[in-house]
Structures are given as C-alpha cells and as structure tokens.
T-cell receptor, first 112, second 116 residues
Framework: NAGVTQTPKFQVLKTGQSMTLQCAQD?????MSWYRQDPGMGLRLIHY???????DQGEVPNGYNVSRSTTEDFPLRLLSAAPSQTSVYFC???????????FGPGTRLLVL | AQKVTQAQTEISVVEKEDVTLDCVYE???????LFWYKQPPSGELVFLIR??????QNEISGRYSWNFQKSTSSFNFTITASQVVDSAVYFC?????????????FGKGTKLSVKP
C-alpha cells in the first residue's frame, strides 16, 4: 500500500493563477480531508468528504474547491491563488469519520 | 467551543532525560477522541495514538506513555529516556461529535529538541 499520496511536493504560483493539488489513497478509506498548516497555527481543516460524491466545508474553505468523484481521489483546487494561501497542505484519510486519520507527505505551496 | 491548548511552544532536553508534553482540551461533548501526532523535521505527520473519552486507562508503548485525565481535561504525553530521533513537533488533536464530521482540532504544537 502506498497509503496517502500527494502531488506535487512543491509548487510556486503567481497571484491569480489556478492549480489543483492531487491527493490519492489506496486503502479504500471513505473519509478524506484537506488541511493547511501555517507557522504557529497548527493544522486547520479546509474541506472534507465522507464518501464519493459528498463534500463539505471545514474551518477555512474560502478560495478552495473540492470534488470527490471516486473513493480514491480527492483533489483540492485553488481558484485564484493569493499570497495568503502560501502554506503546507496535507491530505488525510480514514476508514470513516471519527476514526484515525492518516496523512500524506504534504505539498508546500508558495504564492508570489 | 472546542479547543486544544499546548502551552509549551518549545522544549529542549538532553538525551536520556524524560520529558512530558502537555495537552489541555475543551469540549462540551461527552463522546470525543484525542490524538497525538509527530511531525519530524522531514515534515510528514505520523500518527502516535488515539483514545476515546470513555477509556481513561493510561497507555504505554515502549518509551512513550500517555496520561488521560478527564477531571483536568488533559491528555499528556511522556517520552522516557529521550533520544535525538525524538526531536520533532508534536501535535495534540481533538475530534468530537459536536464538531464537523471527523474534523480534527489541532493544538499549535510543541517543538521538542533532544540534544546529544
């Protein structure tokens, strides 16, 4: 099992550009989520999904979009990148909600 | 409101010392889960432990132990005989049924430096 994989590992964007952060898991987990980690802030939930076709907003959803067409994949879209979105993004998955979440290696995003 | 407080921002110890990382949580729910994650310098998040609110039994795993006390809303983590490889940022997190489904509320983390 590869577990939770994320691509790319590092990305530089210019303000206003859009991009998609990829997340995939091969553990047949129903629950997937996206967090962002900022210095001194811990991790904060952006969006989550309890199963294919179902998504919902977390604590900091503005500027991000998600969809879940398959159990395995949960991409995060930045619609128009802003410097405030400079962060490290982590994808996580668990068998179902409330269970232990396992995290991907993270994507470091720099928005200039 | 749900909240996790890790009051210790940074801790520095010498190898072989014991160290305790504090975690205090707030929730009005009676059913909740507490977690500890480790983030080494390489950046990934490694799951360490999950406890539910009905199980106050302390847990020991090798050099790691956890003390869960509902009376003080604390879930502290102790590393015995610390090693350089224990150097990392440690996060305490809370998940409760009153919050968003599965949402982990993280503390801000404690950076542990273990010096040889």
């Amino acid at each position: 099992n590869a577990g939770v994989t994320q691509t790319p590992k590092f990305q530089v964007l210019k303000t206003g550009q859009s991009m998609t952060l990829q997340c995939a898991q091969d553990m047949n987990h129903e629950y997937m989520s996206w967090y962002r980690q900022d210095p001194g802030m811990g991790l904060r939930l952006i969006h989550y999904s309890v199963g294919a076709g179902i998504t919902d907003q977390g604590e900091v959803p503005n500027g991000y979009n998600v969809s879940r067409s398959t159990t395995e994949d949960f991409p995060l879209r930045l619609l128009s990148a802003a410097p405030s979105q400079t962060s490290v993004y982590f994808c996580a998955s668990s068998i179902q909600d409330r269970e232990t979440q396992y995290f991907g290696p993270g994507t470091r995003l720099l928005v200039l | 409101a749900q909240k996790v407080t890790q009051a210790q921002t940074e801790i520095s110890v010498v190898e072989k010392e014991d160290v305790t990382l504090d975690c205090v949580y707030e929730t009005r729910d009676t059913t909740y889960y507490l977690f500890w994650y480790k983030q080494p310098p390489s950046g990934e998040l490694v799951f360490l432990i999950r406890r539910n609110s009905f199980d106050e039994q302390n847990e020991i795993s090798g050099r790691y132990s956890w003390n869960f006390q509902k009376s003080t809303s604390s879930f502290n983590f102790t590393i015995t005989a610390s090693q350089v490889v224990d150097s990392a940022v440690y996060f305490c997190a809370l998940s409760s049924y009153g919050g968003s489904q599965g949402n982990l509320i993280f503390g801000k983390g404690t950076k542990l430096s273990v010096k040889p």
